[in-house]
């Protein structure tokens, strides 16, 4: 089933950077003439903005005020990766030979913190989910619904689409569109909001700096089951059964918080990548890549090198997505700001 959606106008998150570039000026006069003190002064700003703006970037706020308010919750991932370009992460059989991440690692974006919810969708459209929980992860939600969701995203926050949709068919970017991009003709390069490609999604989910991991832990821990309300440990099958009972997904964010600051890129649902399952196999009704594992699936499908794909007409009670983003500007900004500063010579 594809959707249509009429939304009202939503208002992005707020910054005040005039108020911030003022506050900057009058803490440099406060700090007078020397330039030793000066610089001092201009470095511990710098590196205050950056943490400021970084927290305050953590959050989309839509239709704010209104009936309909919601959050989407971001971490940023840095691009700086140069080391792990062409790394392969298949499965190692000669069908997924192809893959490689990081196939452009100079490109910041930001990942959702949590799978999209039910009520999230809600927002967008009336769904009919199998399992069934204002928190629960959305399910029983096509590639394409998920698509239609990202838009809606873009649009109702004056961006463009991402994806290509004439009423209710979905085709792909193609040249002389305004956005195409020969490399990637599903997505517009100009939209703001976008279903994670494979690359995206392993790199925030595995990527610890140097190298991609097994599981998506944190230093110092060890892939475990969680019980949904401990917080300690992730939504899947073990050797003694499920993690929950009865079994099924769990409120997003009830486990372990991940390497990058993400829960449930392990178990909880497995989750839609905007890219083919097959390299550079951009039709529309091109099966999918699908990762996470779910909470019926043991450890093994929980790891980086395990891919898997789905028909993106397939809606299932094991599916769910979750939305990445291109970097706020407000946050682009006053990195920039802070790395002058902590450059700045006497």
């Known amino acids: 089933m594809l959707l249509e959606h009429e939304g009202k106008p ?28 000066r610089n001092v002064g201009m470095t511990i700003l710098g590196m205050v903005l950056t943490l400021l703006v970084v927290n305050i970037a953590s959050a989309d706020i839509f239709d704010e005020g209104g009936a309909n308010e919601f959050t989407i919750d971001f971490v940023n991932i840095s691009g700086d990766a140069s080391s792990a370009n062409g790394t392969n992460i298949s499965s190692g059989s000669p069908g997924d030979s192809w893959y490689r991440t990081f196939t452009d690692p100079g490109n910041d974006y930001r990942m959702g913190t949590y799978e999209i919810t039910n009520d999230q969708f809600a927002m967008f459209t009336a769904n009919s989910p199998y399992w069934t929980g204002a928190d629960v992860p959305a399910n029983q939600v096509s590639w394409y619904e998920g698509a239609q969701f ?11 689409a991402a994806y290509k949709f004439s009423g209710s068919t979905f085709s792909v970017w193609e040249s002389g569109d305004a956005g195409y991009d020969a490399d990637n003709p599903y997505r517009n390069s ?37 019980d949904g309300t401990s917080g300690t440990g992730w939504n899947y099958r ?19 918080e991940e390497l990058n600051g993400t829960f449930d890129m392990m178990g909880n649902l497995w989750e839609w990548k905007e890219s083919p399952y097959s390299s550079g196999d951009y039709l529309p009704g091109s099966y999918r890549g699908i990762r996470d594992g779910s909470y019926s699936n043991y450890a093994i499908y929980l790891s980086s090198s395990t891919r898997n794909s789905s028909n993106p ?13 291109v970097p706020e500007p407000a946050t682009l900004l006053f990195l920039g700001l802070g790395g002058l500063m902590l450059r700045r010579k006497k």
């Open 190 to 226: 100009n939209a703001y909001y976008f279903l994670p490609t494979e690359d995206e999604w392993v790199k925030a989910a595995y990527w610890n700096g140097t190298s991609l991991q097994t599981y998506a832990t944190k230093a110092g821990e060890s892939l475990t089951q969680g």
């Open 313 to 325: 007409y397939v809606e299932s009670n094991y599916l769910g997505f979750r939305v990445a983003s």
């Open 238 to 256: 073990g050797i003694d059964g499920y993690a929950t009972d009865p079994y099924g997904p769990w409120d997003v964010g009830s486990g372990s």
């Open 10 to 37: 939503l208002q992005e998150h707020p910054f005040n950077s005039v108020l911030y570039a003022s506050c900057a000026e009058d803490t440099f006069n406060f700090l007078g003439r020397d330039s030793e003190i």
């Open 150 to 160: 990202v838009n809606f995203l873009n649009t109702s926050t004056g961006n463009p």
